[in-house]
């Protein structure tokens, strides 16, 4: 089994970064000198550390590609730790929050003051144009220009994201640029017949996530045996969020009822297909599972869906993070695990931002996002999970154990591909903070 010490790691992977820069050092000269001050619509909620993980993704985007420009975070979504974990990695990041009302005055001065200083909004990666209220308010009220990076636009409207409406056609008509992070999505904008502003594909921001370790997890490993690559992570998930049982809905007792059903009618056949590669990993390697939330919901599944069905001598090599976290935290496990199999989709995205292996379970209930797997490059480790078998995704997890360089490598590979994405869009980017700040 190949392994590799966290500092060792930590140096290479550190030195594969910089290779995309390297590589479009053109584009990084062209861009750098742009000055100007960004407003940043991002932080969608905290419960889900996919969410979470959208900000500093952006943010960092913004510090290699265009450090020059002054981004400031617009973000009502900053408890649990949230606005801490931001200052600590952006420790000049100025942060307001609040609302527009209806009638144009704004719920907080901080907010107003932003709207005067910055020359460009930007809607950060998402499920949907979360915020799509905001950036009209900021088109009504300032009439400066704005743009959109990294999100999902759909058709008919599923899980989170929102149906391309008339007025979201009107409000993507007058941005500056709209990036999707699917090609789907992107193929959904030009068949509605949107023309105004430059259209192409960005990944989700999360993908350029770089955050300092969180000692509490290295204390985590420490505590548990874990070894660097000798452990694979595991990440459950019901086909619907139970968002009733988190927050005040509009769904009515119905609705409830129908996803309730349809989770308790897939919750044992899907997780079955993670504990197969549980099960084979422990057997194959002798390494461990840690068993660990992306939202907060899941740290009560995991233990009836994952664990309790395991064979005995698996268990004995199996632990759970019974403790919900944010995204610091589970990128410093996710950096040492050998594998990330999970059916959520931002847990293996925070994995390949660290360059570690990951497996995406993707539940039909998730709407089209799990395309983008195919979109940068990694189809071998994208598993629709109405066509996948146990067997397949045990597999895949013992591939990995059997040739771990080739696995570093397909990841590797993929993130560099992504960075020079990032690198070319963020050229059209930089053209339009150019053109604003004029």
Not at 101 to 109: E, I
Not at 386 to 414: C, H, L, W
């Amino acid at each position: 089994m190949f392994s590799i010490s966290r500092r060792t790691f930590v140096a290479q992977f550190s030195a594969l970064s910089a290779l995309p820069l390297v590589a479009s050092s053109l584009a990084a000269k062209e861009v750098s000198d742009v000055r100007c001050t960004v407003l940043l619509r991002s932080g969608w909620q905290t419960v889900n550390i996919g969410d979470i993980a959208h900000t500093p993704g952006v943010m960092q985007l913004f510090r290699d590609y265009l450090p020059n420009v002054e981004v400031i975070l617009w973000s009502n979504a900053l408890d649990r730790g949230v606005r801490e974990m931001l200052l600590a990695n952006f420790p000049n990041l100025k942060i307001v929050s609040g609302h527009v009302k209806s009638d144009g005055t704004f719920t907080s001065a901080e907010l107003k003051q932003a709207f005067g200083e910055a020359d460009f909004l930007l809607h950060g990666s998402g499920p949907s144009v979360v915020a799509a209220s905001h950036v009209a308010a900021w088109r009504k009220a300032t009439g400066k220009p704005y743009g959109i990076l990294g999100v999902t636009i759909t058709a008919t409207g599923e899980a989170a994201s929102r149906k391309l409406t008339p007025q979201l056609k009107d409000l993507l008509d007058g941005a500056d640029f709209v990036f999707t992070r699917e090609k789907n999505s992107l193929q959904n904008v030009k068949d509605a017949g949107v023309t105004g502003p430059a259209l192409g594909f960005a990944p989700d921001g999360t993908f350029h996530l770089k955050l300092k370790e969180k000692p509490s997890i290295e204390q985590f490993m420490l505590a548990n045996d874990l070894e660097p690559r000798k452990f694979i992570v595991c990440v459950p998930r019901l086909r619907y969020t139970p968002y009733h049982k988190i927050r005040k809905t509009n769904q009515n007792e119905q609705e409830i009822a129908r996803r309730e059903a349809v989770n308790e009618a897939h919750a044992e056949e899907d997780h079955a297909k993670l504990r197969a590669a549980i099960i084979a990993w422990v057997r194959k390697t002798g390494g461990k599972a840690v068993l660990c939330p992306e939202m907060t919901y899941q740290v009560d599944i995991m233990r009836p869906l994952l664990f309790d069905p395991l064979p005995e001598d698996v268990k004995r090599n199996v632990l759970l993070h019974e403790k919900y976290w944010i995204t610091d935290a589970a990128a410093t496990l996710y950096a040492d695990a050998a594998a990330v199999i999970s059916c959520e989709c931002h847990s293996p995205i925070i994995a390949a931002s660290v360059g570690t292996p990951c497996m995406y379970l993707h539940q039909p209930e998730d709407g089209i996002k799990g395309n983008m797997w195919r979109d940068v490059g990694l189809s071998d480790w994208y598993f629709p999970i109405e066509e996948t078998t146990g067997d397949d995704v045990a597999t895949a997890v013992t591939q990995i154990a059997e040739d771990f360089p080739a696995a570093k490598k397909r990841i590797d590979d993929a993130v560099a591909g992504i960075e020079t994405n990032y690198a070319e869009n963020f050229q059209i980017i930089a053209a339009a903070l150019e053109k604003a700040k004029q």
